[in-house]
Structures are given as C-alpha cells and as structure tokens.
C-alpha cells in the first residue's frame, strides 16, 4: 500500500459526460501528479501541482482539469467524454517539488470506461 | 525532449532463470533521475528504484541489480533466480530538476512484460 488513495477505483459512463476523479495524496506529500494509462499511449504525466498551484502541464486535453485543494487532495475533471479517454487514471503524491529527486508513489488507479 | 525506450516488449522465462530487463534513455538535462517501477497484474504502480545521473554505481537489492551506464545511456534491470510472482509489467522511467530548467514529470518507457513460468 503506497499510502495514496483513489477514488473511484472503477467508473463507467457514456459518451459526452463529466465525471470527477479524486485523489488523497500521502500524508506529508504536497506534490501531486496525474497520470494516464492507456493501451495505445502508454503511461502519459498529465499535471503537477504542488501545494494547491499548478506546477506542470503535460498532454492534458483541455476537456480536462484539475486543482489542488487546501487539504492538499486532488480532482481531475474530465468532461465531454470520448470514447478514446477510456484509460487507467494514476494519481501519485510525493514529498516536494522542485529536486526531481523525490520517487513518486502511485495510487491504485481509477479504470474509467466511456461507453 | 526527453525520451524512455524499452526495447523489449514481451520477455518469457522459467522459474529460477536469470533476466535483464533492457533501459535506454535521452536527454539534455546534466542532472536527472531514473526510476524502475513494476506493475503487476493488479494493476498498482510499485516503486522499485531511484538512480541520479551522478551515481553510476550498481545496486543490488535481494534478487534485483541495477547497472546505470552514462555512457551508453542505460539503466538495466536484472533479476536473479526469477521467480513466479516476478511476473509484472516492468516500467522504466526517467524525470529532470525543475530548478535546472527540467521538469518532474515522469517520462516513462512503453514497459516489458515479464512472465515467469513455474
């Protein structure tokens, strides 16, 4: 258990809806990042953000954002749902920003099905 | 830009073999970090390993050893006396400092599937 928490751990919905992802990074962690797994992409880093402001953007569509919150969890927000987002949503947390040097602990995903 | 390249797609073995999971990577970062991650069946993304661009000396750590070489831009994966539950997929990845003009976003490679038969 890497400490970080996701939820939902399964969503499926249909084509043109909004759903929210949530994460609740490790205790300590003010970094964190968004990941998406998908089969023809491989693992793509989405967004960063460190303690509440956006640090990073990677190939985030802009049907998605997200925020960081006071208690430092986390949501992305996708909407207008393709069937092509279907994928594994990673969230991971680590200490702080800045040195790279910090490994990133995973979460254990979300699996959002658009049908 | 940086970039992660496991060759290897699928590897299969049998218990008790040797295997080494292969690690090449670019970048234009003078500083920077590489990690090993394994993913098994259940889907979790589990930390295995951190290396800086500094350190080039091998680590070993129970049955797996990591050869870092700058030279040939390969960070290699071995695990000895494979076992069944060795059985992920293995990803490589590869991240730059924020305060060097780099980011910290993890760079991954597309994984090796490693399946370890009894």
């Known amino acids: 258990d890497s400490g970080v928490t996701q939820t939902p751990k399964h969503l499926i919905t249909a084509t043109g809806q909004r759903v929210t992802l949530r994460c609740s990074p490790r205790?300590?962690?003010?970094?964190v990042y968004w990941y998406q797994q998908s089969l023809d992409q491989g693992l793509q880093f989405l967004i960063q953000?460190?303690?509440?402001?956006?640090?990073a953007k990677g190939n985030i569509l802009e049907r998605f954002s997200a925020q960081q919150f006071p208690d430092l969890h986390s949501e992305l927000n996708l909407s207008s749902l393709e069937l092509g987002d279907s994928a594994l949503y990673f969230c991971a947390s680590s200490v702080a920003a800045g040195t790279g040097a910090n490994e990133q602990f995973f979460g254990p995903g979300t699996r959002l099905t658009v049908l | 830009a940086q970039k992660v390249t496991q060759a290897q797609t699928e590897i299969s073995v049998v218990e008790k073999e040797d295997v080494t999971l292969d690690c090449v990577y670019e970048t234009r970062d003078t500083t920077y970090y590489l990690f090993w991650y394994k993913q098994p069946p259940s889907g979790e993304l589990v930390f295995l390993i951190r290396?800086?661009?500094?350190?080039?000396q091998n680590e070993i750590s129970g049955r797996y050893s990591w050869n870092f070489q700058k030279s040939t831009s390969s960070f290699n994966f071995t695990i000895t006396a494979s076992q069944v539950v060795d059985s992920a997929v293995y990803f490589c990845a590869l991240s730059g400092i924020i305060t060097q003009g780099g980011s910290e976003k993890l760079v991954f490679g597309k994984g090796t599937k490693l399946t370890v038969n009894p």
């Open positions: 205790s300590g962690d003010l970094s």
């Open positions: 290396r800086n661009s500094f350190d080039e």
């Open positions: 953000y460190y303690n509440g402001e956006e640090r």
